[in-house]
């Protein structure tokens, strides 16, 4: 080759590879971890790293591979906020987790007491989460029962959470909407406690909209073997959340073995072609963006499981 063909050719290549680069650049970001589950961030946990708007926020998860959200107060949201997080989530292709259904009024109220008035307000609820949902593009509502009767014996509380249960699916089914009971660990006074008692809540309702909300934080407080329970209720659980023991924060920073759990649900669903969104409902274990840097790694580190 002649030398300043050579040069020609050389100089070719070397401006192929700048507007490969310039390109690339211009294409926009990659997510900067290729997760193999799908987490939920939620408002407020990269609020240093990213601003408080929470339209910035979105994009900060998008970024760092987190691809979908939830959002416990949503249905507090005004209407116009509701539709504008759902518009960039679409344009992120993120996917919406789950909510919790307001049911209003007195805070305390338990649909194991079998009161119409209960009853009624839980029922509201759910009618006003349909059109939420449908405005968020979600699928999944968080549900909890509220606290025991204790004037009243345990199998009779069962018998009024199914029967109100029931009714509450009838009308989310209809919508192809879910609602995810969750077992809690915050008070002892609460009726839902354990996955044992949920599953059975979920087969006596019998609806494809009641399922398990199995959090792993709560659970492992209220029962432990994480794996075997998981394992014995897998048929009813629609979602999983997330949270060390102790102290509700990010992986690595208690005692579970999370690479382990997140291994089991991985190679389970995927046996089963099935897919769960893992709320990350926990907080940081410390402050600032120095926090929010250790939070992404400890996922980077939890998820790095062997397939």
């Not at 809690?184 to 979920?202: A, G, W």
Request: with cysteine; aromatic share 10%.
């Amino acid at each position: 080759m002649l030398r300043r063909n050579f040069v020609k050719s050389t100089l070719g290549i070397a401006g192929a590879v700048a507007a490969g680069e310039t390109f690339a650049r211009q294409a926009g970001p990659v997510a900067k971890n290729q997760f193999k589950l799908k987490y939920a961030s939620h408002f407020g946990m990269f609020q240093n790293s990213a601003g408080k708007d929470v339209i910035d926020q979105l994009k900060f998860m998008a970024d760092n591979g987190f691809m979908a959200l939830e959002d416990n107060g949503m249905m507090g949201r005004p209407v116009e906020e509701q539709e504008k997080i759902a518009k960039e989530m679409a344009r992120l292709k993120m996917e919406m987790g789950v909510f919790v259904v307001d049911k209003g009024g007195n805070g305390a109220n338990t649909l194991a007491a079998g009161k119409k008035e209960y009853i009624d307000i839980f029922l509201n609820g759910c009618k006003k989460a349909v059109e939420v949902a449908k405005r968020v593009n979600a699928k999944w509502m968080t549900v909890v029962p509220g606290d025991f009767e204790r004037n009243l014996p345990l199998g009779v509380q069962t018998g009024n959470v199914i029967d109100a249960l029931r009714r509450g699916a009838e009308i989310l089914e209809p919508h192809g909407l879910v609602m995810v009971l969750e077992p809690l660990s915050d008070s002892p006074n609460l009726f839902l406690r354990t996955s044992e008692q949920t599953y059975e809540i979920c087969r006596g309702v019998n609806s494809k909209s009641c399922k398990i909300l199995y959090d792993i934080y709560h659970m492992q407080k209220n029962e432990g073997r994480l794996i075997y329970n998981i394992d014995k209720t897998w048929s009813e659980i629609d979602y999983f959340q997330i949270g060390d023991e102790p102290g509700r924060k990010e992986p690595t920073t208690g005692e579970i073995n999370f690479k382990n759990v997140f291994k089991y649900i991985y190679d389970r669903s995927k046996k089963e072609n099935k897919s769960f969104i893992m709320g990350m409902e926990h907080g940081n274990s410390q402050a600032g963006k120095e926090g929010e840097e250790a939070l992404i790694k400890a996922y980077q580190e939890s998820d790095a499981f062997k397939i």
